[in-house]
Every structure is written in C-alpha cells, then in structure tokens.
C-alpha cells in the first residue's frame, strides 16, 4: 500500500505541475492578447540581433526590380530606422513584406488605394485584427536568416532519391525470412544491414538537417494559413483566394512531417516510445525518405510557398501600418496624388510636414510649382528639410500614410545623393562617388515613366569653389526640365542668382542672441541673407585677430570679387 500511495503522490505531483504550466501558458496568452487591444498605436522596442537585421532584405532581394529604391537613396534617408520605427510585427513573413513594402516604390494609386482599404479595416475591427495577430505571433520567426535563404539554397541539396533507402529497408525481408531456418546467418544479416543502415544514418542526416528549420516554419505556415482563412475579412477577399488556391497545391507537404520532426531531436528525450522510434528511424531512414518526399514537393511549390509568404505579410504590414498611424502623436494624413501632369501650378504640396524620427518636430509646408533651392547656415534645418519632403514622398507612394496635415503631388519616381562617402574599396574619392551618384540620378528619367523626385545636399561639395559653382549650375539646369522635380541644398549663395528662373529659393536662419545662436528650423522665402559663419568662430571662443582678418577678407571679396 505504501508504494501505491507514493505513486498516488508521484503522479498528482506530475498532475500539478503540468496543469500549472498549462494554465501559466493560457494565462500568458490571454495577457498578450488583452495587450494587443489595450496598446493599439504604441510602438513598442523590438529587439533585432545584427545577424538577423542583415536578412531582414529576404523577401525584396527575392523580389527586387530596378524601380525600387535604390540602396543609396534608402540609406541617405535612414529608411532602416524608419522600418524599425514601423515594425511592429510578429512573424518573419510580415517582417520581411514591411521592409520591401518602404521600398517597393512601384504601385499605382489603385494598388495604393486597395492598400488602404485593408488597412482602414483593421484599425475599424480590433477582433478580426488581433485574431491575425495572434496567429502571427503564432507562426513566429526563421531565426536569424531568411526562409528565402533557406530556400534559395535547396540547390545545394541536388535531387535526393529514395531508391537506396527503399532497396535496403527491403533487404530487411529475406534476411526476416531467413532467420527462423538459419538462425545465425538470418541475424547476422539483419546485423550487418541495420549498423550499415545507422552509420549512413547520420551522414545523411548531418546533410538535412539545417535545412528542417526551414521546414518546420513552412508547416507553421501552411497550419497559420488555414487559420487565417477562418478569419472574416471582406477587405482581404483577394489574399484569402490567393492563399486557399495555393493550399490546395502544396497541403501534401505536410504529409509525414511530424515524424520527420519528431526525428530532429536528439536521443536524450527519455520516453521509451521516443527512443524506440529513433532507433527505427536509425535502422530504416523513415525520416530521411519522407524528407526527401517532402523536398521534392517543395522545389516544385516554391512559388506557392512565395505566394502564402506574399500574402500573410501584405496583411501583417497592413496591420502594422495602422498600428504606425496611431502612433503618430504629431498627427497624419492620407496623401492625394494628382495626375502625373507638368502643367500643374502646384507640383507639391505638404502642409505642416514633420520627419517621424525627430521628438517634438518643427513642422513647415511648402508648396512648389518647380525645383527648390535652399540655402542657409551648417545645423540650420536644410539637411532634415529635404529628409522630411523625401520620406514623406517615399512614405505616401509605399505605405499610404504622411506625416503632414496634406501631403499632394504625383507619383513619382525617388531618389537622392546626400549622405555619400569615399569608397575606400574601390579607392574612389569623395568626388567621383558623387559624380557618379548625380549620373545615375540624371540617368533615371531615360527608364522611368514619372517624374523624377530628386534630392541633393551640398551639390559637388568635394571639389574647388570655381569649377563647383560652374559645374553644379549646369548639373541643377539638366535636374530642372520637366522630367524632374529637384530639392538641394547649398552653402554657395551664388547658385541662387545663377538658378534664379529655374528655382524657387528658400532659406533657413539662425539666430543669435547673448553670444549663443538659436536655430528656429522655419522654412523662409527666398535666398539667405545672413553671413553667421564667423559669428560662430567668436561665439566659440576663437582669438580675435582670427575674428578681425577673416572679417576683412570676406567684406573685401563681397565688395570686389577677388581675395
């Protein structure tokens, strides 16, 4: 009886602790789901290892055309931050899809508008939209790399056939049926078959096995489709056939997978029926058979793999996108494209614009019917101006959302040359890097069918003074034909006459008051008129002999043109 009563004991205590880690579990789920009603619209500080955010590119490297935007105008803007600024997702795929979403600059207003349609329907159905969301969370991650990764690199597996398997698990039959007439040769044979059958075991299993990473997401996602399917959303209509017509094709991937990855565990899990079926595995490769199955299945779906990725991650992103609106607390707009017209008196319009990296922005609007100038002192706002008109551009044409009380204008194609830097590989100097980024911007009308949106900060700033005014002049009259529509920044105030009729000037001022110098970041009109440079040199402390020379020869070179 004793021994019953402490088994009784043992088996309530394993009774217990189960049931707590069960109800923990239930418990944690609902708090995370009550989270998600509870703190729509706060962004949140998601945690992405180096490793990871180099992979993050999967999906657009997969799906990438040449109209995107391009790498130098992504990193100029710091487009990486703004993503993870807007990245509040939970699964790789809706990860991945938001990242080409900011570059993807290609859609056309219907696709924009349809975009919006998905997105309005979320923030109106909080049910539908934390329904998605658990399942994302649900469906989870690839890890640091990404499925396409994985997938791209099946090619290295080459055609894997069954036949050998197959042939020697049948050789396990005469030596079964041997084994009752001639006892010692029957067990010998099934020896000799079985430790052959283990040893090649795990050399093909070391071949495989990085890939069931790639796998078990895969079943994720084809299971996280299926639920996502239950889910009604009217606005999703087309995503939702796109994903059953893909399921339809590729469900028998599934098929023996549990004991495929069940089998990707070690041997030390304890359970008897565990260790018996590794053992079984071992001797007859049943794993190793259904993989390759499962392979094969795969590299003739991967396209419908890439759809089921296309179409989770489009809703995620939605989701994501509203999230990121009500986040805003400086508020946003719904941006209205005009008709790709150059006869419009006003090509763009932004009314009270600010960059949604910056705490407490000073927000401007212009409103432009051609190229603008703008000039003014170093740390006086002209960089982040053309920062804020940029990614308000690339934010209305990719996510349908600016950051402005109005955001107009027409599509267009973007692109810019501001934070650019020697290229010690190639051993190229600041001025070749730059020529070459201001031909490629001058090349991009010849393959677009939109206007050109260009930005450039400190035209040709690498070389001398002379042939950067001369030559920067010609570069801003080619930027100003009816094929673009360019913003730059200069310190050469000369530019502002020679541009006179192509460009409209404006400027931002410093202030200084007391012996210190305030920056207001308030867009003016028109070119600027203070000379504030050496004011700072004195309010730095420097000698006034300094001060009172370069006084002097700055006076004399305004009043005679010379040195």
Known sequence: ?????????????????????????????????????????????????????????????????????????????????????????????????????????????????????????????????????????????????????????????????????????????????LTPYQLPAGLCGLAILMSYNIATY?????????????????????????????VDVPACEAQWSDMKQSLRKVLGIRKGSSIVFKGASSLSTGNPADIIMDYIRMTMHIDIILFNRMLGKLRSHVEDIDSLITNIGYVETAIAIGNFRHSLNEGWCVPEFVENSFTNDEILVIKDGYHPLIDNPVKNSIATDKGVLLTGSNASGKSTFLRMVAVNAILAQTIHTCMADEYKAPLFFICSSMSLKDNLESGESYYIVEIKSLKRILLSAETENRRVLCFVDEVLRGTNTVERIAASTQILKSLATDEYLCFAATHDIELTQLLIDRYNNYHFEEEIVDGDILFPYKLMEGKATTRNAIKLLQIMGYEDAIIEDATRLAEHFVTFGTW
């Open 1 to 177: 009886m004793e021994y019953v009563a402490l088994i009784l004991v043992f088996i309530l205590f394993i009774a217990f602790v189960l049931g707590k880690e069960i109800i923990e579990a239930k418990n944690v789920e609902k708090r995370f789901k009550k989270s998600l009603y509870d703190n729509y619209g706060v962004p949140f500080q998601k945690e992405i290892s180096l490793e990871r955010f180099a992979h993050i590119c999967g999906y657009y490297k997969r799906h990438i055309s040449e109209r995107q935007i391009d790498d130098i105008t992504w990193n100029d803007l710091n487009m990486d931050d703004i993503f993870m600024r807007m990245n509040d997702t939970f699964c790789s795929a809706g990860e991945e899809y938001l990242y080409y979403t900011l570059r993807n600059n290609t859609k056309s207003t219907a696709e924009l508008n349809k975009l919006e349609e998905v997105i309005g329907f979320f923030e109106k159905h909080s049910d539908e939209r934390v329904a998605i969301q658990m399942l994302m969370r649900k469906l989870g991650t690839t890890g640091k790399f990404s499925l396409y990764d994985y997938l791209d690199n099946l090619e290295l597996l080459g055609k894997r056939s069954n036949r050998k398997h197959i042939l020697l698990n049948l050789l396990y039959i005469p030596f079964i049926v």
């Open 202 to 230: 795990f050399k093909e299993k070391n071949e495989i096995e990085a890939y069931f990473i790639s796998f078990v997401y895969i079943i994720r996602l084809l299971n996280v489709c299926e639920e996502v399917l239950k």
